[in-house]
Nanobody, 123 residues
Framework: QVQLVESGGGLVQAGGSLRLSCAGS????????MGWFRQAPGKEREFVAA????????FTADSVKGRFTISRDNAKNTVYLQMNSLKPEDTAVYYC????????????????WGQGTQVTVSS
């Protein structure tokens, strides 16, 4: 199975940018649909973005559309989430997700998770 490790989180002011990375190990991520979810305190884990095996198809939640971009580099076994124009409501722990069968759109169905990285946006 694949292991996932996120990095790139931190504290940023509103309007700023961050790029999250998710590095795969154990197995190549080339065989997986990949995604990003986030979970704020007291809230359920929610879908942010997902990407197909090849990277040709991407899916983005309405709440971040136009601000966040998911991409992947299969040669580096890494998935990225570029986050621009960050807002305080984007504050959450961001999790990388992998699924060998389906586009990861629903948290309960995702088989593989990273440990998460904290993103805090100050106003």
């Amino acid at each position: 199975q694949v292991q996932l490790v996120e990095s790139g989180g931190g504290l940023v002011q509103a309007g700023g940018s961050l790029r999250l990375s998710c590095a795969g190990s154990g197995r190549t991520i080339r065989n997986y649909y990949m995604g990003w979810f986030r979970q704020a305190p007291g809230k359920e884990r929610e879908f942010v973005a997902a990407i197909s095996w090849s990277g040709v198809s991407t899916f983005t939640a309405d709440s971040v559309k136009g601000r966040f971009t998911i991409s992947r580099d299969n040669a580096k076994n890494t998935v990225y989430l570029q986050m621009n124009s960050l807002k305080p409501e984007d504050t959450a722990v961001y999790y990388c997700a992998a699924d060998g069968t389906n586009i990861p759109r629903t948290a309960v169905a995702v088989p593989y998770w990273g440990q998460g990285t904290q993103v805090t946006v100050s106003s």
